[in-house]
């Protein structure tokens, strides 16, 4: 439908058609129908609670299914780096480590790991600069982090402290290691 309205637009425009003029607007009605707004009185105090306690029992469930998650994007970490670490590894063994860290990168924060996204972003930030074969032991210290702060549970003090130290050394040593590359090349 919308290729039979383009062509026709087209064809249009060029046979006689100033292309300041503006193309026909199509009807859609048939496809998005309004509703009229529906009125829904306030809740009471009753109702509201019930919903809030409703809502924190949702988040602890998933609070639950967040750390299995966890373990299980760590497993993919750890099951990829096994495989990038073979003699015959190759850059795609290391573009799906990658991938992995990139993915708890993403996911740790909203499963209240924090420090272990900065430790899998600065994992993808080696990962960029690393042919295979290179840096592994800098490579696993850094799963091995991952590993340690998702075994010290999501979002703690002592955690989050500990963490901070470990993700601050990695991270100078990642910037080190990359400069010195950079240095060597040019």
Known sequence: ??????????LS???????????????????????APVYQAP?????????????????????????????????????RWAEAQSPDATAEDYRR????????TGAAPSYGYPAVSRLSRSLCLLLSQTRPGENAPLINLHVEACRAAIAAGPEGDASHSVADAVCDALER??????????????
């Open 1 to 10: 439908m919308l290729g039979k309205l383009f062509a026709k637009a087209n």
């Open 13 to 35: 425009a060029s046979s006689n058609r100033r292309s300041s003029q503006p193309l026909p607007t199509p009807d859609i009605s048939r496809v998005i129908k309004t509703h």
């Open 43 to 79: 809740l009471t105090q009753e109702e509201a609670d019930v919903l809030a306690d409703d809502a924190e029992r949702a988040v602890e469930n998933l609070s639950e299914q967040f750390e299995a998650w966890m373990r299980r994007d760590l497993e993919s970490l750890r099951d």
């Open 97 to 104: 480590l990658y991938t992995a860290a990139h993915n708890i």
């Open 173 to 186: 040593r990642v910037t080190a290691r990359i400069a010195s590359e950079e240095r060597a090349a040019g």
